[in-house]
């Protein structure tokens, strides 16, 4: 499995939380703003090294977009059949009914507390800020793009209509295979499942992980996921991040604290391709 890269975090190639320690230097007592030309959850260090998807990385290439970004949806119609027939015309995206609709953009925001004296050590500084509030941001980042963002801007994968449902049979490789079927009753090639880390390492003692990703499936573990549910999907089919790439931090004083945001949004093209697997209450 290919592990996710972080990308170039500036122009410069310093890091975001060298960014901040260094516009410290020039406002030691006051508040430190630096807008970054970056989406912030793609500079977490240790993607480089770790083979671990966020949501993020199921999606297709990101659309550097602003808000009110066009795009395509084709919902199911009143036509659309459950499953697929053996002729284009009995197929359900055959009565698919596309429309256009608009991406709109939220900012996301992790807002992190910073130990006393933090500040007087711009090196230990830009550190924890790389690994330690970055990472919240992604886990904010996985929340909002499974739940929906607080302001219902960004539309919660989990939840979207049009996704599909089905209830496990009790056996977990077996479950996931059916579904991964289910998400291409509707034309799309499932490449991608979300999981909790429960029913990751599951998988991947198991072997049933190794078998997926030579499948060519990404399996994303993230606690934003009940632990009895896996979401399966065409990702790269089924939505696109909409990323400007236009991020912030905050250093704000007494007490110390660290804000860290980034601008947001999605477009769902084709909730159907989504099933969401109920594997029962224990997983």
């Known amino acids: 499995m290919l592990a996710p890269t972080a990308t170039t975090p500036t122009i410069a190639g310093r890091t975001p939380g060298q960014e901040l320690a260094q516009a410290l230097e020039k ?11 970056i989406s912030l959850p793609t500079t977490f260090p240790f ?10 990385h199921l999606l297709g290439d990101p659309h550097p977009g602003r808000d009110g970004t066009p795009y395509v949806i084709e919902p199911v119609g009143e036509r659309t059949p459950s ?3 053996t002729s ?3 197929s359900p995206e055959a009565a698919f009914e596309p429309r256009l609709a608009e991406a709109r953009l939220t900012t996301l925001t992790a807002t992190v507390p910073l130990p006393g004296g933090l500040t ?3 090196d230990l500084l830009a550190a924890h800020i790389d690994r330690r509030v970055v990472v919240r941001l992604c886990t904010i980042e996985n929340e909002a793009l499974l739940h929906g963002s607080q302001d219902g801007v960004v ?20 479950d996931l295979a059916w579904a991964a079927g289910l998400v291409e ?12 880390p429960d029913i990751y390492w599951r998988l991947a003692v198991g072997g049933t992980l190794e078998n997926l990703n030579g499948g060519g499936i990404r399996v994303s573990r993230t606690r934003m996921i009940p632990r009895g549910s896996a979401l399966l999907g065409d ?17 704000r004083r007494d007490p110390d604290v660290i804000e860290a945001s980034h601008h947001l949004g999605l477009a769902v093209h084709l909730p159907q391709h989504l099933v969401l697997l109920d594997l029962g209450e224990d997983g």
């Open 120 to 122: 007087a050590h711009p």
């Open 185 to 196: 009753e509707t034309g799309g090639s499932c490449d991608g499942i979300v999981v909790h």
């Open 27 to 37: 406002s030691p007592d006051g508040e430190v703003i630096v807008d970054l030309p």
């Open 155 to 174: 539309p919660g994968l989990l939840g979207v209509p049009g996704r599909r449902a089905a209830r496990g049979r009790g056996r977990l490789d077996r």
């Open 47 to 56: 993607f480089a090294a770790r083979p671990r998807y966020t949501v993020r």
């Open 88 to 90: 284009y015309t009995s």
């Open 83 to 85: 499953q697929s027939g």
């Open 235 to 251: 990702f790269r089919a089924v939505a696109t991040l909409i990323d400007p790439a236009d991020s912030r931090l905050v250093l």
